[in-house]
């Protein structure tokens, strides 16, 4: 079973939880001012908290109408919102979870959040598809031509500092499927689905200062 260990983000203004072990993607390369990245020590996996710009209504009416739930939310099509800014132009985008309202422990009471889960499908190579027995997404040859990550997210939204509060858990299968170990792939998805868990327990903001 997973296990995970408080940790202080930006500087010591909020306190979260990552995987044990895991390690801090600043000692290893330039992470932007509004992002905190860890990364497994073991797998690709990785874990991003972004303090990000809070997503008006306006904003989301670009998202593509297959995406949403029938009666979505503002804050849940907010919360797609900042999944599909992840996404390239060719990507396809399934809803695993759909955003599902959480109670955040330690934040001001009715404060909206979010949690959920996608999966994102991208091609490795474009003109390799094209070129593949004519091969498309859900073919027997998928699995050479595209790469699936599960995207586990937890949104908690700031409105009154203007900050939507985003960390996602990135869970790639490429490495799991290309030695048939699936069930290894199932135990990081219940590592991912964990530490969302622990975050809706356990996330604080100590100084909210930092989104001034």
């Not at 290893?28 to 997503?55: G, K």
């Not at 985003?166 to 170990?181: I, T």
Request: proline share 6%; with cysteine; hydrophobic share 35%.
């Amino acid at each position: 079973m997973a296990t995970y260990t408080e940790r202080d983000f930006y500087g010591s203004a909020i306190k979260g939880l990552v995987p044990q072990g895991w390690l801090d993607a600043s000692g290893l390369r330039d992470i932007p001012d509004h992002q905190e990245v860890h990364l497994s020590p073991t797998t690709l996996t990785t874990q991003i908290f972004e303090i990000n710009q809070y997503v008006t209504p306006s904003e989301t009416t670009t998202l593509p109408p297959l995406l949403l739930p029938t009666g979505a939310t503002p804050d849940e099509r907010a919360a797609l919102y900042h999944l599909y800014d992840l996404c390239d132009e060719n990507d396809t985008v399934e809803i695993i979870t759909a955003p599902t309202k959480v109670t955040m422990e330690k934040f001001p009471a009715l404060t909206p959040a979010y949690r959920g889960v996608v999966a994102v499908t991208s091609p490795k190579n474009e003109s390799r598809e094209a070129g593949v027995g004519g091969a498309v997404a859900g073919s027997s040859a998928e699995g050479l031509l595209t790469r699936k990550v599960s995207l586990h997210y937890l949104l908690v939204r700031l409105e009154e500092k203007e900050t939507d509060l985003v960390v996602f858990v990135n869970v790639p299968h490429e490495e799991f499927e290309k030695r048939g170990d699936l069930g290894a792939l199932e135990g990081e998805e219940e590592l991912a689905r964990g530490l969302i868990g622990g975050l809706v327990e356990g996330l604080e903001v100590r100084d909210w200062g930092l989104f001034a």
